[in-house]
């Protein structure tokens, strides 16, 4: 091992990534990630890992229209083809469908993409000031 392997401990990208969609902290798992909806607190409760230094920015919203739309839009194909229903009852599902996926996916996204931002020690939580 070298002298820069042997600074850093071993982060696991996957145990941070479940973490973090678990809305925990990505280093402990017991402290919780958010303060509100999509607010991050500024440092574990539990372990006192800082946390304020993501940059999850527009990842997360991207992530979920991504995978929502994956499950909406061949769903709603599939009853289409076998059903035929009428156009108020796609509306009547789809709809809240899409709004509960979305709001309930949302943060568990941010928090998997925080722990991984942790796990690759990306945008200072390296410990040490990010090069420009």
Known sequence: MSAMELQYDERSWKQALVRGAMKRCPACGQGRLFSG???TNNACAHCGTELHHH????APPYFTMFIVGHIVVPGL????????????????IWLPLTLFLSLWLLPHVKGALIGLQWAFRMHGFSGTADHP
Do not use: G, Q, Y
């Open 77 to 92: 194909l599939v009853v289409e083809k076998l059903w035929h229903p009428e156009l108020w009852i796609h509306f009547s």
């Open 55 to 58: 940059r999850a920015d527009d």
């Open 37 to 39: 909806f999509l607010t």
